[in-house]
Nanobody
Framework: QVQLVESGGGLVQAGGSLRLSCAAS????????MGWFRQAPGKERDFVSV???????YYADSVKGRFTISRDNAKNTVYLQMNSLKPEDTAVYYC????????????????????WGQGTQVTVSS
């Protein structure tokens, strides 16, 4: 079992930045692909980004060039640096972990991930 706890969310003005953290416990994340998803009120859970065990990264088109995912296996933590935030980035952000061979074939599908955090709210004001 992997327990995931997100932190770093908050209220920020458009154009600002936030860094989300996802701290894992129970197992090392080094053998998992780690992803970020987000869900706005009344909408489905959308893929944001994923980082593989080898460090390859993938992003949703809507965040490409603004968000950066990274991982620190020694700290068992994954990060999402979010810059140039827009009001449409407002959502609850979730961290997820999944077996890399399962995730890599369909990484933007939330069903490929086995473990989820409780989410952290990000609100971007205009």
């Amino acid at each position: 079992q992997v327990q995931l706890v997100e932190s770093g969310g908050g209220l920020v003005q458009a154009g600002g930045s936030l860094r989300l953290s996802c701290a894992a416990s129970g197992r090392t994340i080094s053998s998992y692909a780690m992803g970020w998803f987000r869900q706005a009120p009344g909408k489905e859970r959308d893929f944001v980004s994923v980082i593989t065990t080898g460090g390859s990264t993938y992003y949703a088109d809507s965040v490409k060039g603004r968000f950066t995912i990274s991982r620190d296996n020694a700290k068992n933590t994954v990060y999402l640096q979010m810059n140039s935030l827009k009001p449409e980035d407002t959502a609850v952000y979730y961290c997820a972990a999944g077996p890399v061979l399962k995730v890599i074939g369909d990484y933007n599908n939330y069903q490929m991930y086995d473990y989820w955090g409780q989410g952290t709210q990000v609100t971007v004001s205009s």
